[in-house]
């Protein structure tokens, strides 16, 4: 798994506390944005779907391999609609098969290229990474 993590005003909440999956929990503009990023440069994800911890976006590769692609804020209520820099958390998890763990199948290649498209197009947008974690894969 990738988790990706960085500071910006760029993706707070359009609509009010009370339409986020939570309070405090937005990432509909961030993931939706990313999707639309992410197809142009060859990568055609899902829309956003809502959960409690934030918004998901689902890639399915050639293989036919499917990902969820999680993207979240790290605030408090309240805090998106002030107009300051909030903490983004964007993760990148396969979605593996047992019969896959169980012949030893990895994913990393997939999620290393899909997490290396997302920072780049943070980076392009002009956004700092402050870190990225890059988990091997069982």
């Not at 956003?48 to 391999?65: C, T």
Request: proline content about 5%; aromatic content about 12%.
């Amino acid at each position: 798994m990738w988790r990706i993590e960085f500071t910006s005003s760029e993706f707070l909440p359009s609509l009010p506390e009370e339409c986020q999956g939570n309070p405090g929990v937005y990432g509909f503009e961030l993931a939706f944005w990313l999707s639309k990023m992410l197809a142009s440069e060859g990568i055609v994800t899902g829309y956003p779907l809502g959960e409690d911890w934030g918004w998901m976006i689902e890639y399915s590769n050639p293989a036919e391999v499917e990902f969820t692609i999680g993207c979240s804020s790290m605030a408090e209520e309240g805090e998106g609609y002030r107009g300051v820099p909030i903490q983004w958390s964007v993760f990148i998890r396969p979605h593996t098969s047992i019969r896959q763990r169980f012949k030893g199948v990895s994913h990393n290649a997939e999620v290393q290229r899909l997490g290396q498209a997302i920072v780049a197009v943070l980076i392009s947008a002009g956004i700092t990474v402050a870190s990225v974690e890059a988990a091997e894969l069982g």
